[in-house]
């Protein structure tokens, strides 16, 4: 016991000498090493509970006593040089020089990348707007209304179902979109043909499986106008797909059955891929 008193006494006396030391200049980083020191896994103190084990049982109560006093007074005088290098450091900023404002600015080597949907996304757009389109944006939480209702979707059609469109709780009517043609309606709704809209943006569905996300990013077209049909349709789609993927690309469409469509087309587009100088053709679907 008289050695663990012994030590108890000299660390104390080694902890408010270094404390002294640090307070001249105290700062986060000082005080944190100081507190391992003593209080870590492997801190002085620390070694001195772990050695309490070997004390016989009459004299370990007034040994812990005096390791508990101790820990006690560097704990206390810790949280108050804690304090002090939390002060120090504010004046330390305060008596710092002003930031010059009227240096110039150096040119900061470009950091970053738009992301690949963005890129995607520019690209498409930037197509449609050559053909006269007009980009139109609408709210990603819209009322079935606009979403379902008069877009001709009746009461009982299978999109409207939970499994494949998200509601909002406690909003019977009020959903997240889950495709950009709410779009359509709303701008049918505020201006007047002819009309000519590109509408891009996010879309949610009950989707989630390795070819499918919650999540995901729509384009759709639609023109309203006279004298206007589907191989218009045809044309459009296949100038556009041409642009993206190349002149050479072949498409072709056949009918198509969806239960989220009332009427639906898929667009087959065969595209030539070159590899090992061979030529070769992938199909692809792509609506």
Not at 9 to 15: I, K, L
Not at 93 to 104: E, G, N, T
Request: aromatic content about 8%; some cysteine.
């Amino acid at each position: 016991m008289a050695s663990i008193l012994l030590q108890s006494s000299e660390y104390e006396q080694q902890f408010f000498q270094e404390l002294q030391k640090i307070k001249e200049r105290p700062t986060a980083n000082s005080v944190e090493e100081l507190r391992i020191n003593y209080l870590g896994r492997k801190g002085h103190v620390t070694k001195l509970f772990e050695a309490l084990r070997s004390v016989s049982k009459e004299e370990r109560p007034e040994s812990g006593k005096a390791l508990n006093l101790l820990r006690h007074k560097i704990e206390t005088a810790l949280e108050s040089l804690k304090e002090e290098a939390a002060e120090f450091a504010l004046q330390e900023k305060l008596a710092a020089p002003p930031l010059d404002i009227d240096r110039p600015v150096e040119d900061s080597p470009k950091e970053g990348a738009l992301h690949p949907v963005t890129i995607m996304r520019q690209k498409l757009l930037k197509i449609f707007h050559a053909h006269g389109f007009t980009v139109y944006d609408g709210p990603e939480v819209d009322y079935d209304l606009y979403n379902y209702e008069l877009l001709n979707f009746p009461d009982d059609h299978p999109a409207r179902e939970m499994q494949d469109t998200f509601f909002l709780q406690g909003q019977e009517k009020l959903l997240l979109r889950s495709h950009t043609s709410n779009i359509q309606i709303h701008t049918m709704l505020n201006d007047r043909p002819p009309l000519r809209i590109i509408a891009p943006g996010r879309v949610f569905r009950c989707d989630n499986d390795p070819t499918h996300t919650p999540m995901f990013h729509q384009i759709e077209a639609f023109i309203v106008d006279k004298d206007i049909n589907f191989s218009h349709l045809k044309g459009m789609i296949d100038g556009f797909l041409k642009a993206i993927f190349g002149a050479d690309m072949q498409t072709r469409f056949r009918p198509s059955f969806s239960h989220l469509l009332n009427q639906a087309q898929k667009l087959i587009c065969n595209a030539r891929c070159v590899k090992a100088k061979v030529a070769e053709f992938a199909a692809i679907q792509v609506g």
